[in-house]
Nanobody
Framework: HVQLVESGGGSVQAGGSLRLSCAAS????????MGWFRQAPGKEREGVAA???????SYLDSVKGRFTISQDNAKKTLYLQMNSLKTEDTAVYRC????????????WGQGTQVTVS
């Protein structure tokens, strides 16, 4: 079965960096769109970044220039490098996968907490 497992979250001071990882298994990783989403307390979930099967990427405006999404297809692992973190980046970050970057994602990880103070 499809499994997405995030890691790399934690607490960091504003201006710091973190790198999130998402290990995927149970499906043909290649050919899928992968995305990072986040949800802060009391706020709706928002898409942070996505990388399509052709390598094209997209970002939430507020993270452009600070976050970088990448993947290692051989390791079936998705990454999110987060630099210059701000307090407003505090949220639970989840990775997701689907055949297309358009519409709702069908597969989700459990999430990892990122706290910026």
């Amino acid at each position: 079965h499809v499994q997405l497992v995030e890691s790399g979250g934690g607490s960091v001071q504003a201006g710091g960096s973190l790198r999130l990882s998402c290990a995927a298994s149970g499906y043909d990783y290649n050919g899928y769109c992968m995305g990072w989403f986040r949800q802060a307390p009391g706020k709706e979930r928002e898409g942070v970044a996505a990388i399509d099967s052709d390598g094209s990427t997209s970002y939430l405006d507020s993270v452009k220039g600070r976050f970088t999404i990448s993947q290692d297809n051989a390791k079936k692992t998705l990454y999110l490098q987060m630099n210059s973190l701000k307090t407003e980046d505090t949220a639970v970050y989840r990775c997701a996968a689907d055949l297309t970057c358009v519409g709702k994602f069908g597969y989700w990880g459990q999430g990892t907490q990122v706290t910026v103070s």
